[in-house]
């Protein structure tokens, strides 16, 4: 169950307090997210998206939100809970503080990213986190490839059935596996320039 000082982003938090549609999509919620941040809500913007995922998956698994599934995933609704506003919060600083006007794709967001004061080392850190979260998404996505490649031995008449799912598998992981290189490279970059 959650525990006094349960840590949510500030901003997140903000935008769920303020939530006047309920139940909301998951979509709602990013766009609601990206308007409190003051930036455009592009559908293409994917980092936005699956943070937002993650918040609500950790939210639900806490017993902050519920959630209610559809058929199309896309329309799964979620509700606060009753007392959602009076529970004790522990603010930190998720991933998103200050962004251009501009939400662009990919990394490009990482270069955009800059902290009120400018700060490289909070620079540092936040591009350490987003480079342990793509490794963990990279894993996850190079497991489920190979889980796949060995159901095809065992059992090869769902070959077919699955092959769309091995191969979003695999090019997920090469699509994490240049992301994470591109976050190296701009860590390198800021660790190169403080030292």
């Not at 699956?50 to 950790?58: E, G, P, V």
């Not at 991933?95 to 902290?115: N, Q, W």
């Amino acid at each position: 169950m959650l525990k006094v000082g349960y840590k949510i982003d500030e901003n997140l938090f903000n935008v769920l307090s303020s939530m006047q549609c309920e139940p909301f999509t998951a979509r709602q919620l990013k766009e609601a997210f990206c308007h409190e941040l003051g930036v455009c809500c592009e559908q293409k913007n994917k980092d936005v998206q699956k943070w937002i995922y993650r918040q609500l998956d950790r939210l639900v698994k806490y017993e902050l939100l519920k959630r209610q599934k559809e058929k199309n995933p896309r329309m799964t609704v979620y509700t606060k809970v009753s007392n959602f506003v009076d529970i004790s919060f522990e603010f930190c600083d998720g991933p998103f503080l200050k962004m251009t006007p501009e939400v662009v794709s990919g990394f490009e967001v990482a270069s955009t990213m800059v902290r009120s004061d400018g700060s490289t080392q909070s620079s540092i850190s936040e591009l350490k986190n987003r480079a342990k979260q793509c490794h963990v998404d990279l894993l996850s996505s190079v497991g489920e490839s190979e889980e796949y490649k060995t159901l095809f031995k065992v059992y090869p008449s769902l070959r077919e059935a699955l092959q769309p799912r091995y191969q979003r598998a695999l090019e997920s992981s090469s699509k994490l596996l240049g992301q994470l290189r591109a976050i190296e490279a701009a860590l390198e970059h800021y660790q190169a320039t403080t030292s």
